[in-house]
């Protein structure tokens, strides 16, 4: 089992930038891929950014390429993902989520969630 809590979710202005992370406890953190997912009012689900076990791997959804950086540190059992240039449109909550295989389709594990909220 893999435990995952997600922090640093908040209102920020458009333009700015958020920080959130993920900390993992349970089994080898190591060994899992992690993935960021959010959801909006009213609307499904979607990937938005994944990275390997070993960190040299990552994904990005196209809507946040260039602005969205993901990154993990073993050490802490703590993967982050680092939103900068925000829009309204990134109003969501961030869910991280945790898969054995990176090609895998579905993730095993996942969080509670953290709000963003985006002002214009």
């Known amino acids: 089992q893999v435990q995952l809590v997600e922090s640093g979710g908040g209102l920020v202005q458009a333009g700015g930038s958020v920080r959130l992370s993920c900390t993992a406890s349970g089994q080898t953190f190591s060994r899992y891929t992690m993935g960021w997912f959010r959801q909006a009012p009213g609307k499904e689900r979607e990937f938005v950014a994944a990275?390997?076990?070993?960190?040299?791997?990552?994904d990005y959804a196209d809507s946040v390429k260039g602005r969205f950086t993901i990154s993990r540190d073993g050490a802490k059992n703590t993967v982050h993902l680092q939103m900068n240039n925000l829009k309204p449109e990134d109003t969501a909550v961030y869910y991280c989520?945790?898969?054995?295989?990176?090609?895998?389709?579905?993730?095993?594990?996942w969080g509670q969630g953290t709000q963003v909220t985006v002002s214009s």
């Open positions: 990275i390997s076990w070993s960190g040299g791997t990552t």
């Open positions: 989520a945790a898969k054995r295989g990176y090609y895998d389709k579905e993730y095993d594990y």
